[in-house]
């Protein structure tokens, strides 16, 4: 026997009798999960991060991936600009990941991902939805982009809820953002959207988080004889808009991004809620066998009868099975191998929010395109299909458009 022959055998005989199998022997793949676990934006962060873990739990039960179990490395980024970047420096340069998944704010997103680009790490942002997010490192200022996405971007969102106010008929209409990135950056798409459609806003305010008193925004608006509002902001102040209307007694459609599915938005808004519709990737509903899946297996694992933020979960598990195909594709942890395996996924990847086929290219680091993104609307305290047609065709995957942006 050859000493490297001993050697190997050696090493499974310790393995063995430590109860370990090979693959377990090995050392894990550690993948970075971050995201907002505390704070007014902890019920997307929780919602994404109890996703993403069993996501990672099936794919080791099954084997690991390369004959390794992944190791998810959990840090809160508090939602804070400067947190963000420090996890992500701690993530690379400490524990030593090969692709991170998470980010649910835009303005995190923007501040910590240019250490993974720098580093030639992937970053899989699952949640947040800044346009920019996914374009911030792109040709012709940089060789590769190492940050992904499968989240319904603003553009996208921005689009829908324009085309939605005015197939409904409305000609006056008012557009309410918050004061951060996420929100102003969605403002900036909504109005873009708005003049290529020829249509001036006839109000556009502004409020900042953890305002509970909306009525002055609401007054211009109501005073401009606005017939819609376009909402962009996280579901506590969405909230607040809604019980500021109610309070007003004008009653008007109200039509947000998608976080007014947040758990926050529905216990704060309670019945003034109502009838509120936003762009969503996923409705918990259970017509796919995944689906399904899914979700008997969060309720059982977290003791829920609801994920907080549906959306949130289904796409914080599904980023991870995403991350597993390219490493497994790649047949390394190498991040250009990663990154280049990403840009042309051979092996469809079936997840809950769809059945992911080539989702990225080198040009495009977007996963989900309009057609597979629906409206769901506040119902008695849970979020439904907004349109018959889309609870009519909830067992059908939507692929990917090849045109999109």
């Given at each position: 026997m050859t000493v490297t022959k001993r050697a190997f055998v050696g090493a499974l005989l310790c393995a063995t009798a430590l109860g370990l199998t090979p693959a377990q022997a090995a050392d894990p793949i550690k993948i970075g999960l971050t995201g907002?676990?505390?704070?007014?934006?902890?019920?997307?962060?929780?919602?994404?991060?109890?996703?993403?873990?069993?996501?990672?739990?099936?794919?080791?039960?099954?084997?690991?991936?390369?004959?390794?179990?992944?190791?998810l490395v959990e840090r809160d980024d508090e939602a804070k600009n400067e947190v963000g970047a420090q996890v992500a420096q701690e993530l690379i340069n400490k524990e030593k990941v090969v692709a991170?998944?998470?980010?649910?704010?835009?303005?995190?997103?923007?501040?910590?991902?240019?250490?993974?680009?720098?580093?030639?790490?992937?970053?899989?942002?699952?949640?947040?939805?800044?346009?920019?997010?996914?374009?911030?490192?792109?040709?012709?200022?940089?060789?590769?982009?190492?940050?992904?996405?499968?989240?319904?971007?603003?553009?996208?969102?921005?689009?829908m809820m324009v085309d939605e106010a005015l197939a409904q008929g409305h000609k006056k209409i008012a557009v309410l953002a918050d004061s951060t990135n996420y929100g102003q950056l969605g403002r900036e798409d909504i109005e873009k959207y708005l003049a290529a459609k020829s249509v001036k806003p006839v109000a556009?305010?502004?409020?900042?988080?953890?305002?509970?008193?909306?009525?002055?925004?609401?007054?211009?608006?109501?005073?401009?004889?606005?017939?819609?509002?376009l909402a962009y902001g996280i579901g506590?102040?969405?909230?607040?808009?809604?019980?500021?209307?109610?309070?007003?007694?004008?009653?008007?459609?109200?039509i947000t991004s998608w976080p007014a599915s947040m758990q926050s938005f529905i216990d704060i808004a309670g019945t003034n809620g109502n009838g509120v519709i936003m762009p969503q990737t996923f409705i918990e509903d259970q017509t796919l066998p995944k689906r399904k899946a899914f979700l008997e297996s969060y309720y059982k694992t977290y003791g829920v009868t609801k994920i907080p933020t549906p959306v949130a979960g289904a796409q914080g598990y599904d980023s991870v099975y995403l991350i597993a195909a390219a490493i497994k594709?790649?047949?390394?942890?190498?991040?250009?191998?990663?990154?280049?395996?990403?840009?042309?996924?051979?092996?469809?990847?079936?997840?809950?929010?769809?059945?992911?086929?080539?989702?990225?290219?080198?040009?495009?680091?977007?996963?989900?395109?309009?057609?597979?993104?629906?409206?769901?609307?506040?119902?008695?305290?849970?979020i439904v299909y907004a349109k018959p047609e889309d609870a009519k065709n909830a067992g059908v995957v939507r692929t990917k458009e090849k045109s999109s942006n």
């Open positions: 907002p676990y505390t704070g007014g934006s902890s019920s997307m962060g929780v919602s994404m991060r109890d996703g993403a873990k069993l996501a990672a739990a099936e794919i080791n039960k099954a084997g690991g991936v390369l004959g390794r179990q992944i190791q991170t998944v998470g980010f649910i704010n835009t303005g995190v997103a923007l501040a910590a991902q240019r250490f993974y680009q720098e580093a030639e790490i992937p970053v899989f942002n699952n949640v947040a939805t800044g346009t920019v997010i996914t374009n911030q490192f792109k040709e012709p200022d940089y060789d590769s982009n190492y940050v992904f996405r499968n989240s319904a971007y603003d553009v996208l969102q921005a689009g556009v305010e502004k409020f900042n988080i953890k305002d509970v008193d909306m009525t002055a925004q609401l007054l211009k608006a109501q005073q401009a004889g606005a017939d819609v509002i506590p102040e969405l909230a607040q808009i809604a019980n500021g209307m109610a309070k007003l007694g004008w009653k008007v459609p109200m594709q790649a047949g390394t942890t190498d991040g250009p191998k990663v990154r280049a395996a990403l840009e042309n996924l051979k092996e469809k990847v079936e997840g809950v929010v769809t059945t992911y086929e080539t989702p990225f290219s080198a040009k495009d680091h977007n996963a989900i395109s309009r057609n597979m993104v629906v409206f769901g609307k506040v119902q008695d305290g849970k």
